[in-house]
């Protein structure tokens, strides 16, 4: 089954590879850096600190969304060509492509969080680039776990995407929708609104704690906060993957 997995995640990764995702990787690269002096040049005022944050966020963004984007239309690929049956009819688990195929992303999430952790490393310190490039690599290892399991489920790109879009803004979003929903009211309304954002905050992961902007503009980053990230990643994708065999289990092929 290792033997499986292993060549089903090379085989992912080279499929990417294959589909030009280096020159996407560093079109995007280039375009953030090149749209972050020009915000730079702009808004002069705090220049440094302002195009050390706007390339940080410009760089997640793109990570997130290649990662993503591949993670939905690869599997999507794979269903209309009918490659999932034939793989599923080999005499291995099926628990054996899909975390291959889990493997096979979080491999090319390597390659944007590297990137980015070698830019930032030029505005900041080192240590917290590297801090903030592993703290994203996690949120990608999420991202694309849950960009398999909407696939898995719903087999079409669109309402995949869609899905693995809104899941990343409200986990990027919740503790602000938490705070807002905990106001200063304390009518019945405002009480339900408020139950709602916590049980969305107990639900989902606090990517909002991930590839913080303050480590590198302040070096605040700590191994208290790489904790954290490393025990959130490993939760949330654990418990992705265990959501995706169980709908793969189900399935009759």
């Known amino acids: 089954m290792g033997t499986a997995i292993l060549a089903i995640a090379t085989g992912t990764l080279k499929e990417a590879l294959r589909s030009r995702l280096l020159w996407l990787l560093a079109a995007l690269a280039l375009g953030a850096v090149g749209l972050a002096g020009f915000l730079q040049a702009v808004l002069p005022a705090g220049s440094r600190a302002t195009n050390t944050a706007l390339l940080a966020a410009l760089l997640r963004l793109a990570g997130t969304g290649m990662v993503g984007i591949f993670a939905v239309t690869a599997l999507v690929r794979e269903y209309g060509d009918k490659q999932v049956e034939l793989m599923i009819a080999l005499p291995y688990p099926r628990a054996a492509w899909l ?146 065999l169980f709908d793969l289990y189900r399935k009759e092929f």
């Open 99 to 244: 975390l291959g195929r889990l493997a096979g992303c979080g491999l090319l999430a390597l390659l944007p969080a590297a990137v980015a952790g070698m830019l930032l490393a030029f505005a900041s310190p080192p240590a917290q680039a590297a801090l903030w490039a592993a703290s994203l690599l996690g949120e990608l290892w999420i991202v694309a776990a849950f960009a398999v399991f909407c696939t898995l489920t719903l087999q079409h790109a669109l309402p995949s995407l869609c899905a693995t879009a809104g899941f990343y803004l409200l986990a990027r979003s919740v503790t602000a929708l938490q705070v807002a929903g905990h106001g200063t009211g304390g009518d019945a309304g405002q009480r339900v609104i408020a139950a709602g954002t916590d049980a969305l905050a107990l639900l989902l992961p606090r990517l909002d704690a991930f590839a913080r902007s303050e480590w590198l503009l302040y070096g605040t980053g700590t191994m208290a906060d790489a904790g954290f990230v490393a025990g959130q990643s490993a939760i949330y994708v654990a418990l992705l993957a265990a959501c995706a």
